[in-house]
């Protein structure tokens, strides 16, 4: 190496090269005159460690920076922990594995079925590099029992710790769902209401842990799972701790421990890069902090840099503001998220309850926030959103109040909120008329309450009189979410604004809109490929049925099931119902309280006669819950327009 004529860096570029701080051009400028200059290369010989920055370069090198999903690459299984599936777990007695979920720093995690329960399952196979020694074995039974004690609807539970050959495997609770990176990822930014509401389930089931004495430490989008009706699931509990132990030297412990640091850099506390075994439950709310501006923002906090400088700005450097990044954000919650991200942890929320309370007016479903916001928010609906249970405690009854019942968005309400403006302004005299008629058909006492003043806003079960009949219709498929509600097969709304089938046996999804009594449901659709049916699953009052089209193998068409009975033996069966593929079709249902009527491109198909009180759906169109719903049974098929236009209430 000659001596470089260039003049030298400074001393502070030096030290701030040699820990890594210096912005990319500076950085690259002094790596080229170094590489030729031996006085630089002996300063930087004597430049002292830094602890602060030894714990951030810990950090890192996270212990799991998110599940490689599945269709991503997968390493051949030649070696210690990818590729297919190892034989001694293919053959343990007592789980069958169905596929691959995905892989990460930790290790593999696969779906699979408890075959004597016949329980789905997930297994997260523990990296051999994790349990190279007794003691790390021990801490992972230890941590498995501590996570066993956590039982919360915003948990996933843990339900066993076993063994295959010489492999680890934590068995799971399987979700059936999506990470909020994931969902982030595919819909950007999310509504301020539906953000909220999933930190605030989050939060809920922080303190449940909190009041166990456990700490998450590595709370991020990938560890927050939103199942199909809208819950939330923190993963990993106990295993963020084991992690960071196992990778302990097991020859001097202490020294490794001290530089220590676990988590995510994208989400990690300024004093978890410090010292994690001090880290408590307010680094776990600084990490939900994070969390939530990430939903807000659709990136990170530091979302520039590499991980050493994501860690250090979350030590030294404030983030972008939320209100330069969108105008739709209500101050105060921005103000909670900068209350969550404080640096110091005396400056933040003490405890996860307390978040849950701060974040309520803004993420309840019910709250005054979400009635005032929900038309101007369609990109998931309401009802994928769930209401956090309130935890009894030895000073606070159980308690659930009427007021913590999810809201469902009827088509009524999207009409007058649509047509809000309308009402109220140009057209004073339709405004007169829907005023009488809402008056005439409520009652005065009904008129006269104040809690009702937005009759868009009540339920089904609180309206008790139809209102006004409407022409407009309600695009469905711009209100889908199919990650979220697919029953089964998989189902994506396209660039065009279709809602595509692959060819699945018994592929269906829910379409999550609470329905007035009487509407008209319409559907049009071609099927690509397959032979088996389409249906149209309803709701008819109490009851819930289906409209098959070309069904049984038979070209039977009619609605099941009535009394019981299928469309093979019930008065609505009509045969020769023959789909053609290519061909676009358009099926509707005519729902009134005393009948439904069933259309196949506009020419009446079949006819029920009753309130709906003996419709059932068939065991191969079940879904998880009372809702409208669509079917392609092994057919490829789109749906090109999905919509509902309310008729009365």
Known sequence: MNETNATHPTQAELESFFHGTLAEPDRQRIEDHIGQCDTCCDVLRTIPHDPLVERIHAATSSIDDGLTPVGSPTPSFQDEDAGTVPTALLDHPRYRIIRQLGQGGMGIVYQAEHKLMERPVALKVISSRLMKNELAVERFHQEVKAAAKLSHRNIVAAYDAEQAGDMHFLVMEYIDGISLDQLVARRKPLPVLHACNYVMQAAQGLQHAYERG????????????????????????????????????????????????????????????????????????????????????????????????????????????????????????????????????????????????????YGHPDSAYANDTAATQ?????????????????????????????????????????????????????????????????GKDDASDPSRSDLAELTVQERTTAPATTDSWVNLISLSDPPANTVAGNWEVTS??????????????????????????????????????????????????????????????????????????????????????????????????????????????????????????????????????????DSDTTFHQVRLRPVSN
């Not at 020294?255 to 994208?266: H, K, V």
């Not at 009948?595 to 009446?604: C, T, Y």
Request: with cysteine.
């Open 214 to 361: 456990t700490v998450h430490r590595d709370i991020k989008p990938h560890n927050l799972m939103r199942t199909s009706r809208g819950t939330i699931k923190i993963l990993d509990f106990g295993l963020a701790r084991f992690a960071t132990q196992s990778e302990q030297s097991p020859d001097d412990p202490g020294l490794t421990a001290d530089f220590t640091a676990l988590g995510t850099p994208d989400y990690m506390a300024p004093e978890q890069a410090r010292d994690s075994k001090r880290a408590d439950i307010r680094a776990d709310l600084y990490s939900l902090g994070c969390t939530l501006y990430f939903l807000l923002a659709g990136h990170a906090p530091f979302p520039e840099g590499t991980a050493f400088e994501k860690v250090l700005g979350h030590c030294e450097r404030q983030p972008r503001p939320l209100s330069d990044i969108r105008d739709d954000i209500p101050p105060q919650v921005i103000a909670i998220v900068e209350k969550l991200m404080a640096k110091s942890p005396d400056d933040r929320y003490q405890t996860p309850a307390e978040v849950v309370e701060a974040l309520k007016p």
């Open 378 to 442: 369609p990109s998931i609906p309401n009802s994928m959103l769930s209401v956090p249970k309130v935890e009894p405690s030895p000073d606070r009854p159980s308690q659930r109040s009427s007021s913590q019942r999810p809201a469902k968005v009827s088509p009524f309400s999207m009409w007058v909120r649509k047509n809000r403006l309308l009402i109220g302004g140009g057209g004073a005299v339709l405004g007169a008329i829907v005023a009488l008629l809402v008056l005439g058909n409520f």
């Open 496 to 633: 065009t604004g279709e809602l595509h089938a692959d060819a699945t046996p018994g592929a269906r999804i829910m379409l999550s809109f609470l329905p007035p009594r009487e509407y008209d449901f319409e559907v049009q659709f071609t099927r690509n490929s397959g032979t088996q049916s389409i249906a149209l699953h309803f709701l008819d009052g109490e009851g819930t049925a289906t409209f098959d089209l070309d069904g049984w193998s038979e070209n039977l068409g009619g609605i099941q099931n009535i009394d019981g009975e299928n469309i093979r033996t019930n008065p609505t069966r009509v045969d020769n119902v023959v789909l053609e593929n290519g061909r676009r079709y358009s099926a509707e249902i005519r729902v009134r309280r005393d009948q439904v009527q069933a259309f196949l491109d506009g020419q009446l198909l079949s006819t029920y006669e009753g309130d709906g009180s003996n419709l059932t759906l068939l065991e191969l169109w079940t879904l998880p819950e009372k809702s409208l719903g669509l079917g392609a049974y």
